[in-house]
């Protein structure tokens, strides 16, 4: 079993930044890919970014350019840096890992863009 943690969640104000981080613990062979997805009220979850574990990176179309993911495998965290934020960036961010191919999914920090 593996548990993730999330942090980093808040209010931030448009063209304001955040950065996500969520740690994995527990019972951990081999970490494969790391993944940021988000649900926002009334619409479907959505990938916002993976990177794999030699650092391969993929981006939603509504967050490149603005969303970084990076990840640190001696620390079995991933992190999310969110820049230029929009009120439609509002959602609920859920951290996803594949340990050894099985998925495992955070409980999700909420991030709240409004002035």
């Known amino acids: 079993q593996v548990h993730l943690v999330e942090s980093g969640g808040g209010l931030v104000q448009p063209g304001g930044s955040l950065r996500l981080s969520c740690a994995a613990s527990?019972?951990?062979?081999?970490?494969?890919?790391m993944s940021w997805y988000r649900q926002a009220p009334g619409k479907e979850r959505e990938l916002v970014a993976s990177?794999?574990?030699?650092?391969?990176?993929n981006y939603g179309d509504s967050v490149k350019g603005r969303f970084t993911i990076s990840r640190d495998n001696a620390k079995n965290t991933v992190y999310l840096q969110m820049n230029t934020l929009k009120s439609e960036d509002t959602a609920v961010y859920l951290c996803?890992?594949?340990?050894?191919?099985?998925?495992?999914w955070g409980q999700g920090t909420q991030v709240t863009v409004s002035s």
């Open positions: 996803t890992v594949r340990n050894r191919g099985v998925p495992f």
């Open positions: 527990g019972t951990i062979f081999r970490i494969d890919s």
């Open positions: 990177i794999t574990r030699v650092g391969n990176t």
